[in-house]
């Protein structure tokens, strides 16, 4: 069984460490912060022999040359991102596959947030590591892509086996309930939800991962194709009710 090792870094990153017991092999998810990795790695007992980089943003690669100097480890990033990112081995896209050990994981195109995003699907693992591109109850700001876009590469993500787990890396949970509960004030299964992220923050509990099972119920972004919500913020159409559901939350 792959083992994942979470950990808080920076202000309100989620670092993980991606553990393959018969290789000992070991991945980063992001670098924000290479001293915690580092250290954490070494808590466990793990040598650290790749990072999986989702996006370019500092938070999520800053680490890589700092890590690779030490360890030797390989990096693999977003190829359409290449120019931006440090130190990279390898490139991937979208229907690409990485590998720990003899497990695979499915290299997925979700641009949006940063136009080259790529998310890392495990399904032997019903793991999905999604950077920004995703959060539980929220997605990631339209920072350099399109609606059209940003509304396909999370079509892409709700594909997925719902009982996928997602792994996102920010805890950001708290800020994207009092949003979804103002998008979408009728839905019983967001208010048991709330109930939940709640009693977890308040014991000092992380809210992630987020299984996708219930995001479907519950995140507003992820509902953009749901007739009530279209009614609510975009008048029929998905990539319209998604704009104007990510625009009022940029202003929430």
């Avoid at 996006?55 to 030797?72: L, R």
């Avoid at 079509?155 to 998008?183: G, V």
Wanted: hydrophobic letters at 40%.
């Amino acid at each position: 069984m792959l083992e994942v090792h979470q950990f808080p870094c920076l202000s309100d990153n989620y670092g993980y460490l991606l553990h393959d017991p018969e290789s000992e092999e070991t991945v980063c998810i992001d670098t924000p912060d290479a001293d915690e990795y580092l250290r954490q790695a070494g808590g466990k007992g793990w040598q650290i022999t790749q990072i999986w980089n989702t996006h370019w943003h500092p938070d999520h690669a800053g680490g890589n040359e700092a890590i690779k100097a030490v360890t030797g480890c390989t990096i693999t990033a977003p190829a359409d991102e290449a120019d931006k990112i440090a130190a990279i081995d390898r490139t991937v896209a979208d229907g690409d596959t990485v590998a720990i050990g003899d497990r695979k994981a499915a290299v997925i195109g979700v641009g949006g947030h940063t136009m080259g995003h790529v998310a890392y699907h495990l399904p032997g693992a019903c793991m999905a590591f999604v950077g920004d591109a995703l959060f539980a109850l929220g997605c990631g700001r339209m920072f350099e892509g399109t609606p059209p876009q940003f509304w396909e590469s999370l079509k892409r993500l709700k594909a997925l086996p719902p009982e996928t787990m997602i792994y996102c890396a920010h805890e950001y949970t708290q800020a994207n309930l009092r949003f979804a509960l103002h998008a979408d004030p009728d839905n019983a299964d967001l208010a048991a939800y709330a109930e939940d992220i709640e009693r977890w923050r308040q014991a000092g509990l992380p809210t992630v991962p987020a299984k996708l099972e219930r995001e479907l119920k519950t995140n507003p972004f992820l509902r953009a194709d749901d007739p009530d919500m279209q009614a609510r913020w975009g008048g029929g159409d998905a990539v319209a009710t998604f704009a104007a559901l990510r625009s009022a939350k940029d202003s929430f």
